[in-house]
């Protein structure tokens, strides 16, 4: 991994930012996509941004986008993008939503970057690196059992049925819960505010720039069956949590 593509993910950030700012909280079209999740000119136009500055510095490199599609999904280097992760949370005036940004190398994510430009977040990792939280290093907390977690989600409402019955078990487990962030969950687990995180129905480009974050900083991503996320095999549903022990008993919950 060169340094460079650490600037460069940043510079991509930035981007995508000053695409987003001009259309908060201001009027716009939201559309609905095939899937019935929302759309606006925002998400394009970052998305489009940030097309562009890989066409122009990394032009052999794959890119996988939430709104534009695939481009040499194949590479042994692949971009994944969500320009707003969060368009619910964006439409609706809430700063929690992020743009996401992850490399993946030979099909596993090595850099990411979790970017909130109204409040100005941002969490970037990459390998050998440890996760940096607005530029200083940052570390999950260890959380003794898991009736003492604080775990995030953003709707288990938008669940399948079986999945919503599963999270209802770990909910009544733990000892808080909180409704909503999106990828600005992940980054609290990172910085040791938040315990866990629990979510079903995610895509590539939902999860491939936090395994490297929250990793990054001392904590661990997984399937509901504990196992590695996996581009390929991975069926959306995801464990994130500071502390390997919190993210087993989550698991075992979810199993019951």
Same mark, same amino acid.
């Given at each position: 991994?060169?340094?460079?593509? #650490? *600037?460069?993910?940043?510079?991509?950030?930035?981007?995508?930012?000053?695409?987003? /700012?001009?259309?908060?909280?201001?009027?716009?079209?939201?559309?609905?996509?095939?899937? $019935?999740?929302?759309?606006?000119?925002?998400?394009?136009?970052?998305?489009? %941004?940030?097309?562009?500055?890989?066409?122009?510095?990394?032009?052999?490199? @794959? %890119?996988?986008?939430? &709104?534009?599609?695939?481009? /040499?999904?194949? *590479?042994?280097?692949?971009?994944?993008?969500?320009?707003?992760?969060?368009?619910?949370? $964006?439409?609706? =005036?809430?700063?929690?939503?992020?743009? #996401?940004?992850?490399?993946?190398?030979?099909?596993?994510?090595?850099?990411?970057?979790?970017?909130? !430009?109204?409040?100005?977040?941002?969490?970037?990792?990459?390998?050998?690196?440890?996760? #940096?939280?607005? @530029? +200083?290093? !940052?570390? %999950?907390?260890? !959380?003794? +059992?898991?009736? &003492?977690?604080?775990? @995030?989600?953003?709707?288990?409402?938008?669940?399948? &049925?079986?999945?919503?019955?599963?999270? &209802?078990?770990?909910?009544?487990?733990?000892?808080?819960?909180?409704?909503?962030?999106? !990828?600005?969950?992940?980054?609290? %687990?990172?910085?040791?505010?938040?315990?866990?995180?629990?979510?079903?129905?995610?895509?590539?480009?939902?999860?491939?720039?936090?395994?490297?974050?929250?990793?990054?900083?001392?904590?661990?991503?997984?399937?509901?069956?504990?196992?590695?996320?996996?581009?390929? /095999?991975?069926? =959306?549903?995801?464990?994130?949590?500071?502390?390997?022990?919190?993210?087993?008993?989550?698991?075992?919950?979810?199993?019951?």
């Amino acid at each position: 991994m060169a340094t460079d593509d #650490l *600037a460069l993910a940043q510079r991509l950030a930035d981007a995508a930012g000053a695409a987003i /700012r001009p259309w908060f909280r201001r009027p716009f079209l939201v559309e609905t996509k095939a899937d $019935f999740s929302p759309v606006t000119a925002a998400d394009r136009e970052a998305e489009a %941004v940030i097309r562009r500055l890989l066409d122009e510095y990394r032009p052999h490199d @794959g %890119v996988i986008g939430e &709104e534009y599609g695939d481009d /040499r999904p194949d *590479a042994a280097r692949v971009w994944v993008l969500d320009p707003i992760d969060g368009t619910r949370a $964006f439409v609706a =005036g809430r700063p929690l939503f992020g743009t #996401l940004i992850a490399l993946l190398e030979d099909g596993k994510p090595v850099l990411g970057i979790i970017d909130q !430009c109204i409040i100005g977040d941002r969490w970037l990792a990459g390998p050998g690196q440890p996760t #940096l939280f607005n @530029g +200083q290093r !940052c570390h %999950v907390r260890r !959380c003794p +059992q898991l009736a &003492e977690a604080r775990i @995030g989600t953003t709707s288990p409402h938008a669940f399948p &049925e079986a999945d919503f019955a599963a999270f &209802e078990r770990a909910r009544g487990a733990v000892g808080d819960t909180l409704y909503g962030g999106d !990828c600005h969950n992940y980054g609290l %687990v990172a910085a040791g505010h938040l315990d866990a995180v629990v979510e079903a129905g995610l895509k590539l480009h939902d999860w491939a720039a936090l395994v490297p974050i929250v990793t990054g900083a001392g904590g661990v991503m997984s399937d509901w069956q504990g196992q590695p996320l996996d581009m390929a /095999r991975s069926d =959306g549903r995801v464990i994130a949590a500071g502390d390997a022990a919190v993210a087993a008993a989550i698991a075992a919950a979810l199993a019951d």
